[in-house]
């Protein structure tokens, strides 16, 4: 059986061995490379071409960030950020980088008693990722402060005139850089709530809707416990970390319920509260993510007369959640990433014409 072949980017030289030596445990895996800084990380990814590149955040020469933009743009390569960034600041790099492309976020052993779970995290997230088919990330071509230019919106004619009332999307692996695409499609005067669950572990989702309320011109924050959701048009509520999202009432409510596919929150739990709450009022768009989180919830949607968006396979980072929703025929539309925002304006009452130039 061939190796996975890993190039280990850390500039701790204690830390760097150590990673090492936790991949060598298992014959699975092979490190070929080690690099000290983001300059040398991208030298050693482009003549090694390995097929998964551990990657710290905080380096000298070229910071992690500017490594994994370079790499997702000319070498695109499975990346998992190994971090232990926990500040503002630096959770804000980590949101930009998985945004760039990276799959994963990881953060770096505590040097305590629960290192063996670590390393078996470790490795089997190292293994994950490794079957991922990435390519060059058009985001990551643009560089941090890039702007991509708005699509046209061509595809067909979407529901009618139904009034609609909320949105809810969902997304998991590569959902940050899509998330973000779609709220800049969105015009700034959007009549409609938009609801979100995204896969992001602690520590690292703590601070993730602080940043994405700054990449676009829609207002973004955690949901708190009983906030209205009426009269929120063009906000974006999202769940909390290690909280389920559901509406009860047109009220917000969080619940600590049983994981669902070990997820918490769950897109599931978040689409079948809508399905519940607003019937053919409500719309749902699954998005990029790996497992099956969101498939079943996005049917219970579309059974109760709401409008299901799936992104499609050609723009999706990891064709595994829109996937499971389109064997259950739980998508009426499935749409490239470019065409997703435009096509939730048009649902909205916008017109189409807006959107083509």
């Not at 009983?226 to 509406?247: N, Q, S, T």
């Not at 009860?248 to 070990?262: A, Q």
């Not at 919830?297 to 980072?317: C, H, M, N, P, Y």
């Amino acid at each position: 059986m061939a190796s996975i072949r890993i190039l280990v980017v850390e500039d701790s030289v204690t830390v760097r061995r150590y990673l090492c030596d936790v991949l060598a445990t298992d014959r699975e895996l092979e490190v070929v490379g080690e690099a000290a800084d983001g300059k040398q990380a991208i030298e050693l990814c482009q003549t090694l071409r390995p097929d998964v590149v551990t990657m710290d955040m905080m380096l000298p020469v070229m910071t992690g960030l500017g490594a994994t933009e370079y790499i997702m743009a000319h070498c695109p390569t499975p990346i998992l950020i190994v971090s232990s960034s926990t500040n503002r600041g630096e959770l804000f790099k980590t949101y930009e980088a998985l945004a760039a492309g990276a799959l994963e976020v990881l953060e770096k052993p505590q040097g305590d008693e629960t290192d063996a779970a670590w390393e078996r995290k470790f490795i089997a997230t190292v293994k994950l990722i490794s079957r991922i088919r990435v390519i060059t990330h058009p985001r990551a071509r643009l560089g941090t402060f890039g702007r991509a230019q708005a699509p046209r919106f061509e595809g067909p004619a979407l529901s009618g005139q139904r009034h609609r009332q909320v949105i809810a999307l969902g997304a998991s692996t590569g959902g940050p850089g899509a998330i973000v695409d779609i709220l800049r499609a969105l015009p700034a005067s959007f009549p409609l709530p938009l609801l979100l669950v995204l896969h992001i572990a602690e520590p690292f989702g703590a601070a993730f809707a602080d940043w994405l309320d700054g990449q676009t011109a829609h207002r973004v924050s955690y949901a708190r416990d009983g906030d209205l959701i009426r009269d929120r048009g063009g906000e974006v509520i999202m769940a909390p970390p290690e909280f389920h999202l559901v509406v009860r009432g047109g009220r917000v409510r969080l619940t600590v319920d049983e994981e669902r596919h070990s997820c918490r929150p769950s897109v599931d739990v978040l689409f079948e509260s809508i399905a519940r709450e607003y019937g053919p009022t409500a719309v749902a768009c699954l998005l990029t993510g790996m497992g099956r989180d969101g498939a079943a919830g996005l049917l219970k949607v579309r059974r109760a007369g709401g409008f299901t968006i799936a992104q499609d396979e050609a723009t999706s980072i990891v064709y595994g959640m829109p996937r499971e929703a389109m064997i259950l025929g739980a998508a009426e539309s499935v749409l490239p990433l470019g065409e997703i925002g435009p096509a939730l304006a048009v649902i909205a009452g916008h017109r189409r014409e807006a959107y083509r130039a």
